[in-house]
């Protein structure tokens, strides 16, 4: 599901699409209320819809490395 540039999503201001995978689809965005950049991640309906994975701190992804 692609979004456009423009489109809202509560107060985040989608603006370009950068990235996508098997995990979602990621754009950057504006925050209109703090007037920031923002990175927006979209989850695919089957991962959106696990209650599980949407309550985790996080989503699955690259952590940083322990120093």
Same mark, same amino acid.
């Given at each position: &599901? #692609?979004?456009?540039?423009?489109? &809202? !999503?509560?107060?985040?201001?989608?603006? #370009?699409?950068?990235?996508?995978?098997?995990?979602?689809?990621?754009?950057?965005g504006?925050d209109?209320?703090?007037?920031?950049?923002?990175?927006?991640?979209?989850?695919?309906?089957h !991962? #959106? !819809?696990? #209650?599980?994975?949407?309550?985790?701190?996080? !989503?699955?992804?690259?952590?940083?490395?322990?120093?």
């Open positions: &599901m #692609a979004l456009k540039p423009g489109t &809202m !999503l509560g107060p985040y201001e989608v603006l #370009a699409q950068i990235g996508a995978g098997g995990m979602g689809e990621v754009y950057k504006l209109t209320r703090l007037n920031r950049d923002v990175a927006i991640k979209v989850l695919p309906e !991962l #959106a !819809l696990n #209650a599980e994975l949407r309550e985790r701190p996080g !989503l699955p992804g690259p952590r940083p490395s322990p120093t």
